[in-house]
């Protein structure tokens, strides 16, 4: 006799079952390494979906995006239009990116941020590296070059329109900042700096001698990895 349509239902969750449990098991079991990619969406995507295959979806969100980060770092909305993924999926992979980040910018809060210079690079990167517009951020340090203020200035091309040195040096002042440094991602994901990037960089160095707040660095991210300015003898 043919197989009946719940028998052949009933088969293929428990196979489903099976595969999540195999998953689990690599996942706690296994090093940083257990999962590929598509895999560690696959389990993100169980929370949303109680039963069934999410690798079809899994894969189809990395050939979409081109990446794990770049899911990660996918609108919500832009997500949802892959097929299969629903808002609650949506939401499943957006919780995991919010615990990345606020992971990474715990190690850089509680610690002075020139003697934890990777963890600043590894929170830059989280947060900046995949975003598809330019954004200029200052980081304002205190005297023990701890973070006091990490604000988000613009999104656009920098230059004196978007980041003005008075503007930078004022709010430095005004919460007591003794050092910054300044911020910015390349979409293109290439980080070598514009003669854009070098010039502000220089005119907001300059005004900041004026009044005792030095600039540390200016760090420019991109998905091909980062550059320091103060590194590259620039600054």
Known sequence: MPDRPDSQSQRAAHAGSGHRARLRARLLNGGPEALADYEVLEYLLFGALARGDTKPQAKALLDKFGSLAGVMNADPAAL?????????????????????????????????????????????????????????????????????????????????????????????????????ILVHNHPSGNPEPSKADIDITRRIAEAGRLVNVLVHDHVIVGREGYVSLRAKGLL
């Open 80 to 180: 949802c239009e892959v097929k299969g993924v629903s808002e609650a999926s949506a939401a499943m992979i957006r919780i995991a990116s919010v615990a990345a980040r606020r992971m990474a910018r715990s190690e850089v809060s509680q610690k002075p941020v020139l003697g934890s210079w990777q963890a600043l690079i590894d929170y830059l990167a989280i947060d900046m590296a995949h975003l598809n517009v330019e954004r200029v951020r200052v980081l304002y340090l205190d005297t023990r070059n701890r973070l006091i203020l990490d604000q988000h200035v613009h999104d656009g091309t920098i230059n004196e329109a978007s980041i003005h040195p008075r503007e930078v040096v004022g709010t430095a002042i005004t919460r007591g900042a003794a050092a910054v």
